[in-house]
């Protein structure tokens, strides 16, 4: 059964009031030194893409010790906890799991030297690069406030643990396998989410209505060349002259064809090809990364990307047509906007000066996939990861952008205020929605 959630100011009173949020959070919040070093095991642990089997299971068992009904094996990996607490309103708190392929420098005494097989056998060093470390423990934190603190709410909470986010696979992947039709759980009133980011400071939490994080594209690009001897290439057509053409010329579409004040981010974060330095191979392969805020701004970056890559090949007489194959796609992130406005009361109530408003981003989540399948209204924030100190310093020198950011090899989100601040909103936004 849905509930519809009402939109009034005064929603908060639905479960507890704004003004009393603190106190029932205050309560109830458990002893975060157990999270903090969950978080540095997670960390030390990281687990790829599709991947995620020791992370699962933590997390499962975690819930499943609280007192939550859980479903494994979701989409892969992906799981859901179930707190049936009365009648009233379903939300869902979603955290993801999966690494990247990054070899971490951060030279904390907890770092990563986990390496892994890749979807293509290749061993590669595993990082929690993204920050999913701090999801995952912080939605742990709080299905343990939740559960003690239920007393002061009514409704059925789902805390969702997702496989595949880097591959924007795994929110799809959960839907596919059946996330809201086998488990005969309500489907959800509202879906909620938050992501660390460095670029804010730890103990912040920033939140906007509207469009929030791009769609992605990915799309792989083969070329192909003649292959010969290194010392010949005049009798050869080589690949990687006709791609690396491509790479820079592509770096021309966002720059000399899009309309200024229009988003639009292309990106080559894979080129690969050959075996030896003196063969030149017979292709080159790119992985290309495009993100875009509309589909007319999407559909023009794809046909500009395909029609320059065909044009370079013809130029470069290459022997055969280049092949493309669409690897992902996310929506945009979308937060729906009189939720939104009602979540940025609790927050704005709870957190004072540090609740912020969210700019626009080019990164992508494929988090909406959750509240799309089942037109349910959905609200992401961000949540502040740099050590506060370091940031005001960034700050006053005018060197914030210079703080390692998600997907660096330093990327180090601090401890704390980070987790605290993480498990405080999601249990806030919980609250908020709620019934009492």
């Not at 709080?142 to 789902?158: E, F, H, N």
Request: net charge negative; charged share 20%.
């Amino acid at each position: 059964m849905r509930v519809n959630i009402p939109i009034a100011p005064s929603i908060g009173a639905n479960a507890s009031s704004n003004d009393t949020h603190r106190e029932v959070i205050d309560q109830y919040r458990p002893d975060l030194a157990f999270y903090e070093s969950v978080y540095r095991d997670l960390h030390s642990h990281p687990e790829l893409s599709l991947q995620e089997k020791r992370t699962s299971s933590i997390a499962a068992d975690h819930l499943r010790a609280i007192g939550y009904f859980v479903h494994e094996h979701i989409g892969g990996y992906g799981l859901i906890g179930v707190l049936n607490n009365g009648d009233g309103p379903t939300a869902l708190l979603r955290a993801d799991m999966d690494a990247l392929p990054v070899r971490e420098n951060t030279g904390l005494d907890y770092a990563s030297k986990k390496t892994m097989k890749d979807s293509s056998g290749n061993k590669v060093p595993v990082m929690h690069a993204c920050g999913h470390d701090v999801h995952v423990s912080c939605l742990m934190g709080a299905a343990k406030l939740l559960y003690a603190a239920r007393s002061k709410w009514k409704g059925t909470l789902i805390c969702l643990f997702q496989p595949a986010e880097e591959h924007v696979l795994g929110a799809q992947a959960m839907v596919d396998d059946g996330l809201y039709s086998k488990f005969n759980i309500p489907k959800p009133d509202i879906v909620l989410g938050q992501h660390v980011f460095c670029i804010q400071k730890a103990g912040a939490v920033a939140l906007s209505p509207g469009p929030i994080l791009a769609a992605v594209d990915g799309l792989n690009v083969r070329v192909f060349g003649k292959g010969g001897h290194g010392s010949m290439p005049s009798h050869c057509i080589d690949p990687i002259v006709v791609a690396s053409h491509i790479v820079v010329r592509l770096q021309t579409i966002v720059s000399r064809e899009l309309e200024p004040g229009k988003i639009g981010v292309i990106t080559c974060g894979k080129f690969q090809a050959g075996t030896a330095s003196n063969i030149i191979p017979n292709y080159a392969d790119l992985e290309l990364s495009i993100r875009s805020y509309d589909t007319g701004v999407q559909k023009q970056l794809l046909d500009a990307i395909e029609r320059t890559v065909r044009a370079e090949c013809d130029a470069s007489r290459s022997p055969q047509d280049p092949v493309f194959e669409h690897s992902a796609h996310a929506p945009v992130t979308v937060n729906s906007t009189d939720q939104t406005q009602v979540l940025n009361k609790s927050f704005s109530t709870y957190f004072k000066d540090n609740a912020n408003a969210m700019q626009p981003l080019p990164g992508s989540e494929d988090f909406s996939v959750l509240a799309r399948a089942i037109n349910a209204p959905s609200i992401f924030w961000m949540l502040g990861g740099c050590d506060p100190a370091k940031w005001e310093e960034a700050k006053k020198n005018g060197k914030l952008g210079e703080i390692p950011t998600n997907h660096s090899a330093e990327f180090a989100p601090v401890i704390e205020p980070t987790l605290r601040t993480g498990v405080d909103a999601l249990a806030v936004a919980a609250l908020t929605f709620l019934g009492r």
